[in-house]
C-alpha cells in the first residue's frame, strides 16, 4: 500500500505512526478475507495508470469515411473498474496512536478493507455486469451441485463436483471455497468422530477455504490458466479531506477478472434439506 501522488496521502495530517497503524490493520482485514486471489491467476499490479487489458480478439467495424475496400476491425479489450470505500479516523484516536497506545480504535479502517475485499470476491465469483465481468458460479449455474441436507453430505457433493470436473476433462490440483456460515459451521462438525472438513480436504488434497464474498461454495481447479483476476492499482488509501474532529480517508483498488475456461469450477449450492 505505498502512497502515490493521486492519493494526496501528503496532505494528511497523519504522522508516519498513524499511516502504518492504519495500513497495518487494513492489510490484516484483507489477508483474513481476500479468497478469490487464492483460487485464480493473479497479474500484476499494473499501476493507477492501467485503464484496460488486451482480450487479443477482434471484430469487423465499418469501413473509415472513403475507404469502401478498406476492411475494419476494431481490437477488443476489457476496462478495469475502479473500486472506493470512503472511512474516517478521530483525531483523537491518530493523538492516541502518536502517544503509543497499543490499542488503537480503527473499526472504521476493518469495516472499509471488508467491504472492499468482499466487493472484489463476489465479483469474481458471481459477477459484476456494470463492469463487464462474468463471474465462476455465474457462468457455471447450470452444473452446479447442491451441497445436500447436512453438513455430513459435503463429502459427497464435493465428490460429485470433482468427478464432474474430472468427466469434463480439467486436471487437480483442486480446492474448496465455502461462505463464512458454512465454513464455521464445517469446521465445528464430525462425522462419526472425524472432522467433515478434514475428509473434504482429503478429497480435493488442497485447501478449503473461508469466502466471505461467496453464496454456497465453489469447487475449483489449481491447475492455471483457467481464471485471470488482473489488478491495476492494489489495495491503497488516501486522502479526501479533515477537520479538527477527524480526517476523511478511503480505501480503493482498480481490477478486472477474465473467465478463460468456465469449465473448471463447479458451484456448490444449499439444497437438498432444511434450511440452514
Known amino acids: 500500500m505505498k502512497g502515490m501522488n493521486h492519493l494526496f496521502r501528503e496532505r494528511a495530517p497523519i504522522t508516519e505512526a498513524g499511516w502504518e497503524e492504519i495500513e497495518k490493520e487494513?492489510?490484516?482485514?484483507?489477508h483474513a478475507l481476500l479468497a478469490a486471489r487464492r483460487l485464480v491467476d493473479f497479474k500484476g499490479p499494473l499501476g493507477w495508470q492501467a485503464s484496460d487489458i488486451e482480450l487479443g480478439r477482434s471484430e469487423p467495424i465499418a469501413s473509415p469515411p472513403g475507404g469502401r475496400d478498406v476492411k475494419a476491425r476494431l481490437r477488443r479489450v476489457q476496462p478495469l473498474v475502479e473500486l472506493r470505500v470512503p472511512f474516517e479516523v478521530t483525531r483523537a484516536e491518530l493523538d492516541a496512536i502518536d502517544r503509543g497506545a497499543r490499542d488503537p480504535d480503527?473499526?472504521?479502517?476493518?469495516?472499509?478493507?471488508?467491504?472492499?475485499?468482499?466487493?472484489?470476491?463476489?465479483?469474481?465469483?458471481?459477477?459484476?455486469?456494470?463492469?463487464?465481468?462474468?463471474?465462476?458460479?455465474?457462468?457455471?449455474?447450470?452444473?452446479?451441485?447442491?451441497?445436500?441436507?447436512?453438513?455430513?453430505?459435503?463429502?459427497?457433493?464435493?465428490?460429485?463436483?470433482?468427478?464432474?470436473?474430472?468427466?469434463?476433462?480439467?486436471?487437480?490440483?483442486?480446492?474448496?471455497?465455502?461462505?463464512?456460515?458454512l465454513y464455521k459451521d464445517l469446521t465445528a462438525r464430525t462425522d462419526g468422530g472425524y472432522p467433515i472438513l478434514s475428509h473434504v480436504q482429503r478429497l480435493v488434497e488442497g485447501e478449503v477455504v473461508s469466502a466471505p464474498g461467496l453464496e454456497g461454495g465453489l469447487v475449483i481447479s489449481l491447475r492455471g490458466g483457467d481464471f485471470e483476476l488482473t489488478v491495476g492499482q492494489d489495495f491503497s488509501i488516501?486522502?479526501?479531506?479533515?477537520?479538527?474532529?477527524?480526517?476523511?480517508?478511503?480505501?480503493?483498488?482498480s481490477f478486472t477478472f477474465l473467465l478463460l475456461s468456465k469449465?473448471?469450477?463447479?458451484?456448490?449450492?444449499?439444497?437438498?434439506?432444511?434450511?440452514?
Open 263 to 276: 469449465q473448471a469450477a463447479i458451484p456448490l449450492v444449499a439444497g437438498g434439506g432444511k434450511k440452514r
Open 106 to 181: 480503527l473499526d472504521s479502517v476493518t469495516a472499509a478493507a471488508r467491504e472492499i475485499a468482499i466487493a472484489e470476491d463476489r465479483s469474481v465469483f458471481h459477477g459484476y455486469a456494470a463492469a463487464g465481468i462474468t463471474g465462476v458460479c455465474q457462468a457455471q449455474a447450470k452444473s452446479s451441485v447442491p451441497l445436500g441436507a447436512s453438513h455430513a453430505d459435503y463429502p459427497a457433493a464435493v465428490a460429485a463436483a470433482l468427478k464432474k470436473l474430472r468427466d469434463d476433462g480439467v486436471e487437480g490440483p483442486f480446492a474448496v471455497a465455502l461462505n463464512e456460515t
Open 238 to 253: 488516501g486522502y479526501l479531506d479533515h477537520n479538527a474532529e477527524r480526517v476523511r480517508l478511503y480505501i480503493e483498488e
Open 26 to 30: 487494513a492489510k490484516r482485514t484483507l
